[in-house]
């Protein structure tokens, strides 16, 4: 696994929050911890979170969520797919986690999404 360069030379904490975004948007499928991500750029766990969410407003795991539900609503749209299948896709492996959470973000089940784009 590449690493990152270290925190200390980052010109700015919004720097470290865009580089840890583009990150979320390319790696979503895959398990993503903070831990992890705060290993990957040096930084702890705690500081990482705090400057992710003063620089973009939301959490990490609320950003990932978002780039999660927001495929996977793609992916009902153009993909003859299971909700299972999808859920995989996009990193979950669990489907009733992943309907939670779609249902969070969306106010709808993944069912009633599926169904509002065929009226």
């Known amino acids: 696994q590449e690493r990152s360069v270290p925190f200390k030379r980052l010109r700015h904490q919004k720097e470290l929050a865009v580089q840890v975004k583009d990150y979320l948007k390319v790696h979503f499928r895959e398990k993503i911890t903070l831990d ?3 290993d990957k750029y040096c930084i ?3 500081r990482l979170r705090n400057i992710y969410r003063e620089q973009m407003g939301v959490t990490i795991i609320a950003d990932l969520t978002a780039i999660r539900i927001s495929e996977a609503k793609r992916m009902i749209r ?3 797919l299971t909700f299972t299948q999808i859920a995989e ?3 979950y492996n669990n489907i009733y986690y992943f309907s939670t959470q779609f249902k969070k973000c969306t106010g709808m089940t993944p ?3 599926s ?3 065929r009226i």
Do not use: K, P
Request: charged share 15%; aromatic share 6%.
């Open 115 to 117: 169904r509002s784009l």
């Open 44 to 46: 702890s766990a705690s």
């Open 89 to 91: 896709a996009v990193g």
């Open 111 to 113: 069912t009633e999404y």
């Open 36 to 38: 992890m991500l705060a």
């Open 78 to 80: 153009e993909n003859n």
